[in-house]
């Protein structure tokens, strides 16, 4: 499902680590100083699914696809979106952006000179963005589907 | 240098992340049961609609063209979380104001970078978590204050103001600033100053500190070393803007234990509920906050607050205590070693705006006044015996918990239920 590569926005200043989410303490985030020890290998922690999809709490948020526009990029209607905020909406990403006044996702691709916000689906055209008030939000991450029986 | 960073309009600002169409409309948020307006967006101000004014009383043609929303104290409490979270990528010394600003300090930075930190800083805010922000650098918190101010007023700083003990700057905008402007000058402090001709932060600058001490307080005489550019204030003895007040302190060593964190919670939160009961005002939400030691690398690092509305806005410790616990409870992790919680109460309201609503009975009416006699008699029994003689116990359940949020928006980041929706 993350086919785009997890590629972080620029380093800013001065930065001390944070904790990350609320259920992982950051001894266990592998923050390293020195040699690792031998038996790192062998200390076998919980795996942290939330910490392995959100990267940057502060900007990462979940929002609900509605529609299916967005069939070919694995994306359905009811699905879970992670959607990092930090991330650079480069061409190729799935973004989420505001045009004219609306929110929207969409495969961000250029073509020579010009952006365009492509719908991946034949039903959809790509939709060009000169001339349109538009607002990049964020960048869709990945993408959680349930399937049946998968309900709580 | 420290910063003071502070978000545009900040529970609109919270709003327009999540619907974007509100970006240039004039936006309010009200506080909770749909009383007053609590938050306006700059088209609501240039409309004349004054902070705390009073929804009912605000004239048919604004109403029909603001956009008037409940406030959803979820939302605002995370997304406060989420810029506090951002800061802590520039520096260390991230100390929460109010629901809204932080103190960021920039120690040992060269001042000729500041300001392109300062404009780095609050291009990633907005970036990460959708909020603009402005950004005030000075040597004293008193300064930074008034830098913040001048970062959002005047255009040509772009949001990013530093200013320095001395320079031409500095005295400019002291000598213009009325010094009931200034931070921790209460109004009636500036009625007493402009009876000896100090009406300018400026004047205020210029006047001996020790005879300033002797005829008004040890405060005022530490707000004059720091608009010299001298710290000497220390967060926690200031009493914060008009429409917050937060008690907040750091144990004197790091605990686990959560009957700690309850009484210290306990203990602030009676402070809080004297201070607002003091200035006569109300509160329509308590937030809680703990952290670890930021400093402390090797040491598990946490933070985290929690904003928790009020039924309808009060006064009674009872309340606040009961609205704390339970954020308290929401928030605390085991295995964290805590060096400082707090607590701050939100969006204040004078209380002769006191509101009856629908389900308002004669019964709650008696027990409203039942409990203003109450804490009436508790602050004056801790006035005069010491602080801590009166202790309130275990607040009551409190069942009346439903609020009224009719116009209120989603709780986007808090409830599965009500994720933001987006069109593909």
Redesign the interface.
Known sequence: MSWISGTTADVVGHAASTAGGVTQPLLGSGVRAGFPSPADDHLDRDIDLHAHVVKRPASTFFVRAEGDSMHEDGIHHGDLMVVDRSLEPLPGRVIVIAVDGDLTVKRLERVGQRTYLNARSPAFQPIPLDGRETQVWGVVTHVVRTLPGGQS | MIALVDCNNFYVSCERVFN??L?GLPVGVLSNNDGCVVARSNELKALGVKMGEAMHLLPPTIRRQAVLLSSNYALYGDMS???T??L?????HVEVYSIDESFVGFQG?DPATLEA?GQ??RQ?VQ????IPVSVGFAPTRVLAKVANHAAKKISVYEGVCRLDAEGPATRALLRQLPVTELWGVARRTGERLALIGIDTAWQLREADPKRMRRAFSVVLERIIWELRGRPAIELDDMTAAKQQIMVSRSFGRLTSDPAELREAIRQHVARAGEKLRRQGSMTSAVMVFVRTN?FQ?D??????SVVVPLARPSDDTRDLAHAANRGLEAIF?K??RYQKVGVMLLDLTADTHRQLSLDDTLQSEADRQRSQRLMATVDKLNRELGRDAVRLGLPRKNNAWALRCERRTPR??TRWEE??????
Request: net charge positive; no cysteine; glycine share 4%.
């Open positions: 974007p169409r970006e979380q989420r810029v979270r951002t802590a990528e520039f520096s260390p930075f930190r780095r800083l990633t970036q990460w978590t959708g930021p690398l040491q598990p690092q946490y933070r985290k992790l295995g964290y986007y980041t994720l933001l929706r987006i069109k593909l």
